[in-house]
């Protein structure tokens, strides 16, 4: 694939990694954390019982545990309660709030788990949309209740302590590791060859039908875009795509996306239409693509080079400074996604 291919975006829309179309091949679906999920087998899936109820019933149990939609789940729970109080989290939970907290940690805080205050704020939460900026001040009071080094979290006991006002949340990394807890229940039934998806987020496991890899296309940014022409072998690894076209709003010729950037509080407007990365797991896939998407399109980039992360920008290049919204996507692989991904 050449480093620099460029396409006409279109208007937006949700377009994101898409199957390529294998035979015989099962496909179960069904809704989950405000999307959809589906699972693709090799074979008859139907005809084995209790399975979409299996895969249900693990999707329901992680919602309830670390939804920031649900008031009744553990996690807004947690986002209400007493400054002081300790919390014993259920398994999934505490391994999503361990790597969030790494994660956090090795990308100095791009990721960050506990930005819930201000998301809500930008109107990217549980409450109103919003189609205009909040006021600086309000921004300025809920910046104190952010910041991931104030999550204090014991792994051996698995308590979280609420250091006063702290809301979780873990839309960055959620879908990633759900995707993760299925192919882990797949795999537990014996279903070794699978590629599950959540929302766009998948992670593929043995081989199609076929006997090959699984394969993804990448897809444009937009619902109408031209498709890249990408498309990434998965051997035992997931792919999650951020993107600022899935959910935001325009003010004022002003793009204000769903990812916030902690250092100041406001919408990332870094010039990254979407970040695709590759990993072992969904929930590393995940948080970096959200990451990256903070650090921009120069520092996002040379740290995944650093980081041999298997990584692509789509980078919206203006083509006339006097009209903003004209302009191209710069496709811009790092070398480690070049050696997993072909171009047609
Ligand atoms: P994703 O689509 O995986 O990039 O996740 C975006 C979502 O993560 C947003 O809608 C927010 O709920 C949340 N979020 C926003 N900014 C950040 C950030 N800097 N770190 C972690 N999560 C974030
Ligand atoms: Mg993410």
Known sequence: MPGNVSYAPSADGAARVAYRQASRLSTLRGETMGTTWSVRLPGDAPAL?????????????YVAQVSHWRPDSLLSRFNRAEPGSAHVLPDAFAAVIEAAIAIARETDGAFDPSLGALVDL???????????????????????ATGWRRLRFDAVT??????????????????????????????????????VEIGGELRASGNRPDGR????????????????????????????????????????????AH???????RP????????????????????????????????GFSYAERRGLAALFLLRDPIDPRHPRREVIRVKPTPAFLTLSSHE
């Open 268 to 299: 990332v407007d870094s010039g990254i239409a979407s970040v695709t990365v590759v990993h072992a797991d969904c929930l590393h896939a995940d948080a970096l693509a959200t990451a990256l998407t903070v650090m921009g399109a120069d520092e």
């Open 122 to 144: 930008w109107g990217f939460g549980a409450g109103e949309r919003l189609d205009h900026p909040p006021a600086a001040e309000a921004i300025d009071a809920a910046r104190p």
């Open 49 to 61: 019982p209790g399975l979409v109820s299996a895969l249900e019933h693990t999707l329901d149990d």
């Open 259 to 265: 990812t916030i950037d902690p250092r100041d509080g």
């Open 158 to 195: 698995r308590t979280l302590v609420q250091a006063g006002g702290v809301r979780l949340d873990l839309s960055g990394i959620a879908k990633g590791h759900a995707v993760d807890l299925l192919g882990a229940r797949l795999s537990d039934l014996g279903l070794r060859d699978h590629l």
């Open 213 to 256: 890899p699984w394969r993804v296309a990448v897809q444009g940014v937009g619902a109408d875009a031209p498709p890249t022409g990408i498309t990434i072998a998965l051997r035992d690894q997931a792919v999650a795509t951020s993107g600022d076209y899935l959910r935001y709003f325009d003010h004022d010729g002003q793009r204000y």
